[in-house]
């Protein structure tokens, strides 16, 4: 399993994903599912991957072949390089996806393998504003909004919470690396096939160029201060919350006859 995120913000984007895969509880290794392209000045695509490592590898070598290819032979045949919308990206990225599923799928279906992936792509595209996609196995998509600006993939549940409280567009993107660390962090405790390194990407708005990416292994010292500064923040809050009545007055109230609720 895995657990990847996107935040698209006024200000930009901020991209997150843990590096920590399995194939069963004694085989776990470690590999990137952040993939970065810039095929020209005029553009920037982030990448995060969920799902069949071997899929997801092929659709990311298939991409540096097409591009490849159209900048050393002057073609038009890459999405990546000739799109003018990021919504024709991801539409190219989708298609790339499941060519690679339909080769391979028949196949390993048949050993009850899964050849799924799920991709988030985010970027900008000089001229147009920047944005965050989903992208299926299935190869349609959809885009991130104002409304709901983050997007997930993989082992998502455990993550939520802090992103439906605190996630807004308005959001600086600083604080959205921030809670993209949180929200890792949280579903690493509670899942152990997610888990550091954490990557996170941070792109600035009409920049064309990342402004930050990171690398936070489990014993990265910004990482050991955001997770213990989260968990006692936590605590303090809860040790805060209001008291039930009962529990504020002088006396102990008087059980509450059977049947009775209390008061």
Not at 30 to 40: C, E, G
Not at 90 to 116: E, F, I
Request: hydrophobic share 40%; charged share 20%; proline share 6%.
């Amino acid at each position: 399993m895995t657990y990847c995120l996107g935040l698209a913000l006024d200000e930009g984007l901020v991209m997150a994903a843990d590096s920590r895969t399995n194939a069963g509880i004694d085989y776990v290794t470690t590999f990137s599912k952040l993939h970065v392209f810039q095929p020209a000045p005029d553009r920037i695509f982030i990448l995060l991957s969920a799902g069949n490592l071997a899929t997801t590898q092929e659709v990311m070598n298939r991409i540096r072949r097409d591009l490849d290819r159209a900048q050393g032979q002057g073609a038009q045949e890459c999405g990546l390089l000739t799109a003018d919308y990021l919504f024709e990206a991801a539409d190219y990225v989708g298609r790339v996806s499941l060519g690679v599923q339909r080769d391979h799928g028949p196949a390993l279906s048949q050993s009850g393998v899964s050849v799924g992936t799920t991709l988030i792509l985010g970027g900008q595209i000089a001229g147009q504003p920047h944005g965050l996609y989903l992208i299926y196995p299935q190869g349609n998509y959809f885009s991130a909004s104002p409304e709901t600006p983050y997007l997930q993939i993989g082992e998502n549940k455990y993550g939520k919470p802090a992103l439906d409280r605190i996630a807004k567009p308005g959001l600086a993107l600083e604080d959205g690396a921030r809670l993209c660390v949180v929200s890792l962090d949280a579903t690493s405790r509670s899942n152990v096939t997610v888990g550091p390194p954490f990557e996170v990407a941070i792109y600035a708005k009409d920049t064309l160029t990342l402004t930050h990416r990171l690398k936070l292994t489990a014993d990265h010292p910004a990482l050991r201060a955001l997770s213990t500064s989260w968990n006692q923040g936590i605590r303090i809050v809860f040790d805060g919350l209001p008291r039930f009545d009962w529990e504020s007055m002088g006396e102990q109230a008087e059980p509450a006859p059977a049947g009775q609720p209390l008061p």
